[in-house]
């Protein structure tokens, strides 16, 4: 029996985790990372165009501040999210812009006096001023009132993952890859640690820890085609669900970005919306400015990819043997800037489509992308079922995004959640003693070797690659962009029916190591399961809010929805999820529900929503100091090193 | 040259699975339908879903931006996910794993462990004693433009080894650098933040074993797919290195 014992284990090697695991070491404790892949390799370096931080250093996002960041997060969320945690966040972002700069990410640079940008289809002036000259600068992304998108070219997740691994590295953190959990050791309402396969040898570990943090990015792959790579399987997020005491929050709640290319699924970054690009037709029409004549290709991500989608339904999609799509046309922000600021987008272009974006528009469609929901948490963290248990980034409902996360959100999420959590789980880790039941670590170890022994000794089955598919095809088909009643309860049909078959699948290659066939077999389980808690979940939900879209309910209905999804899975054995609620509560919101601005108004108030209005009104009134305000509206707690006021250019600590 | 679709692509694999005493390794061949806008991605996830489940092989963002893929295909190394089979005049594809680094199986091989070998002595990181204790509360410290567009430029290696895989130098000298290695040290010598000077390189670089072991045959500039402007920072630390000597 091989044993590992550590203070602090983090599943995944991102950015999230990779913070974590560098917060613990920095509070002396130690830290194991176990990433199935090179860390420096994770998701997170796919984030091209950037992280919003409110710096508010160049000419298009003076003014902003906290305020602002928080304002356009809420709402980006459909007012779905924990306005709490939204605060942590924004007030903690530019702190983490500036730690990674100290920590070596090249982020790119406020250049004084004039330069060109395209704004709306066309070239404008804008002028920095020369005092910001050599400040971080940001571009515009969609959803947001201010340019606040802080960028390193079009590689930021990549600069970011790096300086961040590599900080990892200088402090000495042991990351283990090629390593996959595969069951959290669990018993009363405490988490002991995971059993770990190590992927090379198949041998099978047990890592024991006061304190086990999964960030194991979204659950993208869920879908047959989605911008994610191909580790985003959720598996992180099945293993707190099958403890049966852990919920998961929001499951529903599943982004698509505008613009993925066609056949493959890349991402091409926002920034190409951002810095001017615009969406075409069949005909060559630019077509968002009728549906959306306010922000156009940068009203928020949910909206633009639902209008392209209305769009090609009437029939103006461009027809291709792979289905319609549309196009993004980024030749008017010019050779030069395409070559500098929008790289890896050229560069995609030319490998995977044969063709140069600064002459030729782009075939782009909606594509799943984002993951909202995932493990519950607490503000700090920590799951509600399972003490020791916490949850960051994409893996986490930390509940930031709500049911729609705003572009450059995503990145700045991994940081600032890894580097807040990463402090609450020293806090948990120095105030806890553990008892280690090394019976409870055997018997776990037993299952989990007993599900392998079964699998390589079944004489026949189907194979798991085939299942997979058939899922991924249910989920795109009926769990996509519109959703109707009838179309998920046909989707939670078949799904219950592949569980059934999920369970008696084979394998050919009957060796316990270098063995990818058993290693998709063990997860195929653990995906339906998640696919299904999607789907029930979505269907449940008969509302519309963020990027959870009914067509058989379109209205977003506070009276009865305000209110986030809980999902556990009870016994091993059962065939559906468990559902229950917990409500949002308007009374101590600092931005009562109201009206993201996008088409016409649909909404369905809860009875408390004026009552709050009136509250706010009244504050604003009293405070004139936005600080003192904010915390008379809604009272946050941080780590006390990320307290403090964040100094802006001109502004000083104001 | 482009093809129509439709051809049979044969593709012969090295298979050999060190994990398993009975494995040896030999080249065995698959064959499949070539289909549109197919890549050596698709064509091994083809192979492996419907013919021959325990290959070995490593993807994770099939997008040319994670590297993990990077194989030996026809003779070249070279990322797997953004290689087009139609760029192939002739149907049959060899496919080999990288040399120089440990065999994890099949085309599957260990560069995150030599990865992290080369990270921890070059020590990539930057080096400032104050970094710990910068208040993140106040403004970040300026930066010209131009300067931090340069530091991103050679930020943008992906440590896919295949500089590795095509350098005659590490094929006859293990211990030998490398270009990511190099490039990294270009990377942290350009940027101000790290105090480290040249010759804080000396005893890394100044030998047979950092960039006088290099017989410049440029494998690396040739096939890195990032384009990296190896050839040149390699030039470049070697003048650098030679000044600090004295």
Known sequence: MKVVYTDSLVIGGGLAGLRVAIACKERGLDSIVLSLIPAKRSHSAAAQGGMQASLANSFKGLGDNEDVHFEDTVKGSDWGCDQKVARMFVHTAPKAIRQLAAWGVPWSRVTGGDRQVVVNAEKVTVTESQESHGLITARDFGGTKKWRTCYTSDGTGHSMLYAMDNRAIQEGIDIQDRKEAIALIHEGDQCYGAIVRDLITGELIAYVAKATTVATGGYGRLYSITTNAIICEGTGQALVLETGKAPLGNMEAVQFHPTAIVTVGILVTEGCRGDGGVLRDVDGYRFMPDYEPDKKELASRDVVSRRMTEHMRKGKGVPSPYGDHLWLDITLLGRAHIEKNLREVKDICESFLGIDPAEEWIPVRPTQHYSMGGIRTNEKGMSPGLKGLFSAGEAACWDLHGFNRLGGNSVAETVVAGMIIGEYVADYIDETDLYIPSGLIKEFLRQEQQKMDTLLHRPTGESAFAIRKEMQEIMMENVGIFRKGPHLEEAVNKLTLLLARARKVGVKTKQLGGNPELTEALKLEKQIKLALCVTVGAAKRTESRGAHAREDFPQRDDVHWLKRTLTYWETPADDLPTLAYEDLDISSMELPPGFRGYGKKNISPHPDTAKREAQVAQAQAAHADRHELQQALMPIELPSRYQGKNERYLKGLN | ?246
Not at chain 2, 56 to 80: E, H, T, W, Y
Not at chain 2, 220 to 238: G, M, N, S, T, V
């Open chain 2, 1 to 246: 040259m482009q093809h129509s679709t439709g051809r049979i692509l044969t593709f012969e694999i090295l298979r050999f699975n060190p994990q398993n005493p009975q494995s040896k390794p030999k080249v065995v061949c698959y064959q499949l339908e070539e289909t549109p806008g197919m890549s050596i991605f698709i064509a091994l996830n083809e192979i492996r879903e419907k013919q021959e489940p325990s290959l070995q092989f490593d993807f994770v963002c099939r997008a040319g931006i994670c590297g993990s893929c990077a194989m030996v295909i026809n003779g070249k190394p070279m990322l797997a996910c953004r290689t087009q089979t139609k760029t192939f005049e002739h149907p049959k594809i060899t496919l080999m794993p990288m040399p120089v680094f440990e065999l994890i199986g099949d085309l599957s091989v260990n560069t995150g462990k030599a990865m992290r070998e080369m990270a921890e002595k070059v020590e990539t990181w930057v080096h400032d004693k104050r970094q710990d204790w910068v208040d993140i509360t106040r403004l970040e410290e300026k930066m010209e433009p131009e300067l931090a567009d340069q530091i991103y430029e050679l930020d943008r290696c992906i440590e896919c080894g295949i500089c590795l895989a095509a350098c005659g130098t590490k094929r006859m000298r293990e211990d030998f650098l490398g270009a990511v290695g190099f490039m990294k040290v270009a990377r942290f010598l350009a940027d101000p933040r790290d105090h480290r000077e040249e010759d804080d390189f000396y005893d890394l670089l100044g030998n047979d074993k950092g960039v006088f072991g290099c017989m410049s045959l440029m494998g690396c500039e040739d096939f890195c797919p990032k384009e990296l402007p190896h050839q040149q920072q390699i030039a470049y630390i070697r003048r650098k290195i030679l000044f600090a000597t004295g």
